[in-house]
């Protein structure tokens, strides 16, 4: 299921962050990253990427906590 929501503006007229979550792209990382594991693959060599901090939440609550997951601009310039 995906979630999506748009900025809006609270009472005070400050911009409230929006967010996009999509629980079946977790689980299919869940089950990637359990395939890359069970092929041998070192945990510290892989790494999922999202560019939104509310998926970054969910993914770091599912998958395996020696898994790097973070956003586009920690990764760039790296190799993983």
């Known amino acids: 299921s995906l979630t999506s929501?748009?900025?809006?503006?609270?009472?005070?007229?400050?911009?409230?962050?929006?967010?996009?979550?999509?629980?079946?792209e977790v689980c299919v990382v869940q089950l990637i990253v359990?395939?890359?594991m069970r092929s041998g693959l070192p945990l510290r060599q892989i790494?999922?990427?999202?560019?939104y901090r509310s998926q970054l939440r969910l993914l770091r609550q599912r998958v395996i906590a020696a898994v790097e997951v973070d956003t586009v601009d920690k990764f760039q310039g790296r190799d993983k």
């Open 47 to 51: 790494g999922v990427i999202s560019p």
């Open 34 to 36: 359990d395939k890359l």
């Open 5 to 24: 929501s748009s900025s809006q503006l609270t009472e005070d007229g400050e911009e409230e962050e929006s967010f996009v979550i999509n629980e079946s």
